[in-house]
């Protein structure tokens, strides 16, 4: 996977990066999954503030990604012309939104409208801090995109356990999601006063954008990690939204316990990305691919099976486990494929994953009205199943292809670097 098609830089010994923003990187990664872990918890109070019912709310939590996507695509564009910093913002500043429209009187309106916030927020900010970290470990001396991955699960965990307790003391919903757009309102700041990562390459705001989508279409590497990718989001979007309402409405516990439940599925999913890297250079990212996709599949059942509230709690860590890989082992193929437009890139792919996300959400909710929340969730094992099937036509060794335009390809040709590396070439010495 070293094939490239311009004389490879000098490695790097040191990072080109301000220390301060790996850390800024990490924590909003660890605030994304805050947020999502809270929700997790605080859906079930908020489906009784408003009187609706699980059907009615997968059909507003469609509109989420539905209504992201758009804008994430724009976002995606112009994120590599005009630098790392505008999408974040962006991103935070909606975030915001969404949490103060929740703060206000309840109805299916406001719901509605924070939802939508909440989508293009969401959308703009996941595809902002993945480019953001992405970029980041193409220039850094050691891997660190799986650690930045389980920064959101570290968040999550806190998250969910701090989000079950609090309500289980009697604090208003309203109250906590007062807190979380506190939370963001820092980060707006941060994001200011933090350097942003070093990005890939000098000729990122000549990109054809045309051509880079023409590459990703033409790519059987990039559409089969596009699925992978999908159903990635799929498992992990339905544990944040209906796992705790599982354990909470259909196993009976209480918010707390709920919240523990959630908690134990990023415990592990930290735990399984921190490894994942030491995996990936063992047997490598297909192997690694098909094993994830295999185990969730097999996890998934023997949770399903039983109803013993513990034992699915056990059983949505073990899922945490073997989800952990897939999402992190993805986007470390996607950088070595096309390096300089990964907001272009991730915003194409995010765009795929939210929109099958939208589609599992009502699927989700209808069964569970129709059938029950149990049956529903055998999504998670057709999910696995397909990145199983995905996983199995990757080849072993993909081909490290740049998807940039033949324009951008020349500027990054002709720059003095590349100058002074084939000068060098061309001395040879003297017989």
Known sequence: MTATL??????????PHHPLTFWLIAAQFAIFGVTFAMLSVLWKDIIVAVHISEATFG??????????????????????????????????????????????????????????????????????????????????????????????????????????????????????????????????????????????????????????LREMRTNRTMRLIAVILCCGLVIEGTMGTWATLYLRADIGLAAWIGGIGYALFNVTMTIGRLMNQRLLARIGPRAALIGAGGAIVVVNALTLLTRQPWLVILGFGALGVVTAGV?????????????????????????????????????????????????????????????VLCALRLPNEPTETALLSESALAEDWNRPEEDAAWSSLRQEPSS
């Open 6 to 15: 311009a004389p490879p830089a000098p490695a790097q010994t040191e990072s």
């Open 59 to 212: 059909r507003i939590l469609a509109v989420m990604p539905v209504a992201g996507v758009p804008i994430m695509l724009l976002g995606g564009y112009l994120g590599d012309r005009i630098g790392p910093r505008l999408l974040p913002t962006l991103g935070t500043a909606l975030m915001i939104a969404f949490c103060l429209l929740l703060v206000g009187p309840a109805s299916i309106m406001l719901l509605l409208l924070a939802v939508i916030f909440q989508g293009v927020g969401a959308g703009i900010y996941d595809v902002g801090i993945n480019a953001a970290s992405v970029d980041y470990e193409r220039r850094s001396p050691k891997s660190v995109l799986n650690a930045l991955h389980a920064c959101f699960n570290a968040g999550a965990v806190t998250g969910a356990i701090v989000t079950g307790v609090l309500r289980s003391v009697g604090v208003p919903y309203q109250a906590i999601l007062a807190g979380l757009a506190a939370l963001y309102g820092l980060m707006l700041v941060a994001i200011w006063r933090v350097p942003a990562p070093v990005q890939t390459s000098h000729a990122t705001q000549q990109r054809d954008w045309r051509g880079t």
């Open 327 to 387: 999402f992190p082992t993805g986007f470390i193929v996607v950088g070595r494929i096309a390096p300089g437009v990964m907001g272009l890139v991730s915003a194409v792919l995010f765009a795929f994953s939210y929109l099958a996300w939208a589609a599992s959400s009502p699927i989700v909710g209808g069964i569970a009205d129709a059938l029950s929340l149990r049956l529903a969730l055998g999504i998670l094992g057709v999910g696995g199943a397909v990145i």
